[in-house]
T-cell receptor, first 110, second 112 residues
Framework: GEDVEQSLFLSVREGDSSVINCTYT??????LYWYKQEPGAGLQLLTY?????DMKQDQRLTVLLNKKDKHLSLRIADTQTGDSAIYFC??????????FGKGTKLSVKP | SAVISQKPSRDICQRGTSLTIQCQVD?????MFWYRQQPGQSLTLIAT?????????ESGFVIDKFPISRPNLTFSTLTVSNMSPEDSSIYLC?????????FGEGSRLTVL
């Protein structure tokens, strides 16, 4: 079945850009998602990209999709301490459900 | 976008009891899902809640343990039956609206 992999930790300095990477295995995934989870909170949908796109930008967030390599990335420009959270990559399967990666914990140092 | 409300938001339960979690969406949605997030882990799909028919369960999850109802296009319930400490988790409801999938805030269950 579908598998989604992402690195577990990323540490950046405030003001720098953060890039969180993700790979997935199912080339038929129609949508790919990025969610943010702060401690004790639910999942906040940050952005998503349809599989026929290769880039999507939304304010400080840029999503890049390399469908050939099944590689997805999330870039956060001008990272702030409020961006510290766990970021989950997810791929949408053929049944409509999401398969999640294990999450990348982003730590932002002042 | 869809706003999803779950209740209870948290509960402490005794071993052997059952608890029903409710999920209400503020608009009609085609698909609803239930996920589990064990402490420090990612999300695992329990089942797809189908309107008007039995839920579709993922491998490792069974209807007797996690009965699900979905009586209409905006509401679903998940029951965690005969709970044990291993069931201590966050249970999240998700709903699909077009390409977007939204999540409730989750129900944090602690089983003693």
């Amino acid at each position: 079945g579908e598998d989604v992999e992402q690195s577990l930790f990323l540490s950046v300095r405030e003001g720098d850009s953060s890039v969180i990477n993700c790979t997935y295995t199912d080339s038929s995934s129609t949508y790919l998602y990025w969610y943010k989870q702060e401690p004790g909170a639910g999942l906040q949908l940050l952005t998503y990209i349809f599989s026929n796109m290769d880039m999507k930008q939304d304010q400080r967030l840029t999503v890049l999709l390399n469908k050939k390599d099944k590689h997805l990335s999330l870039r956060i420009a001008d990272t702030q301490t409020g961006d510290s959270a766990i970021y989950f990559c997810a791929a949408r399967g053929s049944q409509g459900n999401l398969i999640f990666g294990k999450g990348t914990k982003l730590s932002v140092k002042p | 976008s869809a706003v999803i409300s779950q209740k209870p938001s948290r509960d402490i339960c005794q071993r052997g009891t059952s608890l029903t979690i409710q999920c209400q969406v503020d608009s009609q949605v085609t698909m609803m899902f239930w996920y589990r997030q064990q402490p420090g882990q990612s999300l695992t799909l329990i089942a797809t809640a189908n309107q008007g028919s039995e839920a579709t369960y993922e491998s490792g999850f069974v209807i007797d343990k996690f009965p699900i109802s979905r009586p209409n296009l905006t509401f679903s319930t998940l029951t965690v039956s005969n709970m044990s400490p291993e069931d201590s988790s966050i249970y999240l409801c998700s709903a699909s609206s077009g390409g977007e999938l939204f999540f409730g805030e989750g129900s944090r269950l602690t089983v003693l």
